[in-house]
């Protein structure tokens, strides 16, 4: 896989849907997107049984259903939903597919590289951008 300038595309890209969020502010995608919003993110959730707005926005069932452009998607499932979650990512025109720690997939990777997107795998979107920030 090719290796992607994590800095530039913080940078560079301000959309971000978030796939996995989370209603419950005790759950990792919950306090990442919020920390992602405070520092001037665009956050979308994404939650197929959410029926809710989550951080004052509203949640859409799939990427597919999200109105306008996407730039990164920010994936909090378990890795066995990747291939899915990439096509979506893919038929969105979204530039970034962005799995969390803990979150692997080679074959959803490989797919999303192949079509163009910027591929980071297994770590923190709020680390990197924290770190980046100092």
Request: a neutral charge.
């Amino acid at each position: 896989m090719g290796n992607p300038d994590i800095k530039e595309m913080l940078t560079k890209y301000r959309n971000i849907a978030v796939v996995g969020l989370s209603p419950d502010p005790a759950k990792p995608s919950h306090g990442v997107a919020a920390y992602l919003k405070r520092s001037g993110f665009r956050i979308i959730p994404v939650n197929p049984a959410c029926r809710q707005e989550i951080l004052g926005e509203r949640c859409y069932p799939s990427l597919a259903e999200i109105p306008g452009e996407v730039d990164i998607v920010d994936v909090f499932r378990r890795s066995e939903f990747l291939p899915e979650i990439a096509e979506e990512a893919i038929a969105k025109g979204a530039k970034v597919l962005w799995m969390q720690e803990g979150v692997v997939n080679e074959a959803a990777a490989a797919k999303a590289e192949a079509a163009g997107l910027d591929v980071v795998m297994d770590r923190c979107i709020l680390k990197e951008h924290s770190r980046l920030s100092r």
